[in-house]
């Protein structure tokens, strides 16, 4: 299963070089993953409101092209493997003319928000992820 | 009174113009308005830790000159009037040449954090403050 | 005339108080008023290419109410003066209740890129602002 | 070779989860390395200046423990292998009580500036790094 969000590169993202900053792809990934979840029926945000937090326990990105100012990029997020305590992200960036832009993965961890200890995924996340 | 910070330009502050993003300029004084905070004997994180909000009212930027990448700017910093249930900075930031690059203004609310209701300024740091 | 544009908040945008960080709203303006001259047929990157660039002046922000994480927050930008070598945006940004949480404005100036200096905003563009 | 600097987190860089956005880290790494090339005599400004330009090719970044705002963070920089058309900058950025927080890696790319190709590092900057 893949889910596709576009996001239309800011001025704010931009640096001297005249192109997005590197940083701000991290930015993307997280509108990109949090998109799929709600795409998923799991809104981050209700997620966090039930007591649930999930954060970045690492990252990795591979920059292939730049992207530069106001172009629409399409974000590709795929989960491959069955969450347990941990979720997998991956991402494939693609500039507005359809090339490969930059390749990332993220692994995030479920956190109980009261204890602040690891926890399992929801169930009703897994399958709604169909997983 | 007045109270000085330097601050070194970041790549991540800079946009495709080749120079510091306006909005990167909200972030200076923020740190500005802080350190000069602590200089008084009133370090901000304390103030929160201790149940009093300052959240930004409002704020005003004026920009005479860019200011470009890695430039290590100074701002000075003032307290003029009196703080109530308000507190206004004044800010005047330099280029490394010594060059005037923006004036600024900000209102902050003093907040109880248990009610969410405005508040009167801690008298100490008032004093703090000489004023 | 007004433009409405929509943006929604990021996880990055907001700060330790829970809410949108305040100097994220610069950042929204620069979208809602990039969008506002998109529709009226000036794409601010093809402004740029053409040679002419518009720097930020000034901003005013005054902020009424919080904004959270993940709202939907609704922009009205609103060009009232007809342009000179300046330009000015008036905003009124409003949470997804609908409540009024922030009203701005930014005087931007027109720039000739090979010159660096002032000029006459094109007439194109003021009549298609409808000034 | 190590290489330290200190940061100051600010509020700017915080999220709602109370702690520093995971994002906000790539920007620290990105100053711990323009520091270490400035310690080392080569200012990242004037390299790009003297047409160099030097992008970030790859990102790996693993959180360990999270960092809270106003912490001074320490991030020790280190490069290990003698730079090639690449150079890869390992990071450990350590809390204000000591503790690891996250280790990180970045390569990037000596690019020509006038040509948009890969070229070698400069031997001067491979002889001050002492490698």
Redesign the interface.
Known sequence: MVHITEI?V???E??????V???SF??YL??AR?ECLRAAGW???EL?NSGI?L?????????VL?VE??ELIRIETRVLERPTARIRFSYRIFKETGELAVTASTDLVFVDGATGRPRRAPLGLIEALGL
């Open positions: 239309r800011r001025y704010a931009t640096d001297r070089m005249q192109r900053y590197h940083g991290v930015t997280e509108v949090v809104p981050y945000k966090e937090l954060p970045v326990k690492s990252i990795e990105l591979d920059f730049p100012y106001d």
